[in-house]
């Protein structure tokens, strides 16, 4: 298996210092960098944050995730390939029209390679985002309720539930 192949398989060891456990996630991993590094990496690259912020890598893989399991393919396959660098472009383009937009900034600091990140730590700001053609779950419950009015759309008081 070549190092690419081993890398997107499973990256949570890789030559970074760090002093905390790694976060392997389903399809990221993350490495808090060390005092010293972050202090350096931010001198370094001129970084427009606290000589003292906390930094971090951020390794995405091309592996599949779904219903919270990691998709492990045949003949020694473990993701798409591009996809992880994709998922990146996408997630960055949106984070970077937020932040134009004056809606939020984002902990993005760095992009020096398609599948790698380098982040500040920052709170998230948590979004919820339903996207359907038809009236089930959480928004017929409040629809059944009642309620007419969802993310200041006004819908019709003669629905069903599924329709």
């Known amino acids: 298996m070549s190092l690419a192949t081993k890398v997107l398989a499973v990256n949570n060891d890789l030559p970074i210092r760090t002093e905390q456990a790694v976060h392997s996630g389903k399809?990221?991993?993350?490495?808090?960098?060390?005092?010293?590094?972050?202090?350096?990496?931010?001198?370094?690259?001129?970084?427009?944050?606290?000589?003292?912020?906390e930094l971090a890598v951020m390794v995405i893989?091309?592996?599949?995730?779904?219903?919270?399991?990691?998709?492990h393919g045949e003949g020694g396959m473990?993701?798409?390939p591009g996809k992880g660098a994709a998922l990146n472009a996408i997630s960055n383009h949106w984070f970077k029209l937020f932040r134009e937009q004056g809606?939020?900034?984002?902990?993005i600091l760095d992009i020096p390679h398609p599948l790698v990140w380098i982040v500040q730590k920052a709170?998230?700001?948590?979004?919820?985002?339903?996207?359907?053609?038809?009236?089930?779950?959480?928004?017929?419950?409040?629809?059944a309720?009642?309620?007419?009015?969802?993310?200041?759309?006004?819908?019709?008081?003669?629905?069903?539930?599924?329709?």
């Open 145 to 163: 309720k009642g309620e007419r009015e969802f993310c200041g759309i006004a819908i019709a008081d003669d629905l069903e539930k599924d329709q």
């Open 103 to 107: 809606l939020a900034d984002s902990h």
């Open 78 to 80: 473990n993701g798409v």
């Open 27 to 53: 399809v990221r991993s993350v490495y808090w960098l060390t005092a010293e590094d972050s202090r350096r990496l931010i001198e370094e690259k001129g970084y427009d944050v606290a000589i003292d912020s």
């Open 61 to 71: 893989s091309d592996r599949i995730s779904a219903f919270e399991c990691i998709w």
């Open 123 to 143: 709170k998230p700001v948590m979004i919820e985002a339903i996207a359907r053609q038809y009236i089930t779950g959480s928004m017929w419950r409040s629809y």
